[in-house]
């Protein structure tokens, strides 16, 4: 939606340019109106640009507001993977045989690869929060 208001914007910009052309064509066409003329072109250029300025944060926000909802996302996501870990390893089955047993320990140490690379991306996400917090 945003992107076809910038669309919208570039278009538009091209018109002011033309009508500011337009307005200094008519200064020597019709020199005794040029004055309102004038008047009314800075008025609307100083409107364009303070529209432009207040699209420019739009923009900023909403990018800002992109980039929360990602963390948002990928916290939710790291959560559901921890908990998913937790009752993995909460588990009081530790085999009734050796083969069991033995089934058991593989399982832990694809556990534990699991952890190493949710560790890391604990770290991402603080690494992430800090950013977001810090601007």
Do not use: P
């Not at 669309?7 to 019709?30: P, Q």
């Not at 916290?75 to 047993?101: F, H, N």
């Amino acid at each position: 939606k945003f992107d076809d208001f910038e669309k919208d914007m570039i278009s538009k910009e091209v018109r002011i340019r033309e009508l500011t052309i337009l307005a200094e064509k008519l200064k020597v066409e019709h020199y005794s109106e040029y004055e309102m003329i004038r008047e009314m072109i800075e008025r609307l250029n100083q409107k364009w640009k303070n529209l432009v300025v207040m699209s420019e944060q739009r923009k900023e926000n909403l990018d800002n507001a992109q980039e929360i909802q990602r963390f948002h996302r990928d916290a939710d996501d790291t959560k559901a993977w921890i908990s998913e870990k937790d009752t993995a390893l909460s588990t009081s089955d530790y085999g009734r045989d050796l083969a069991s047993v033995q089934a058991l320990q593989r399982k832990h140490e694809v556990l534990e690869r699991d952890l190493a690379a949710l560790e890391e991306k604990v770290r991402e996400l603080n690494v992430e929060a800090a950013k977001l917090t810090s601007s």
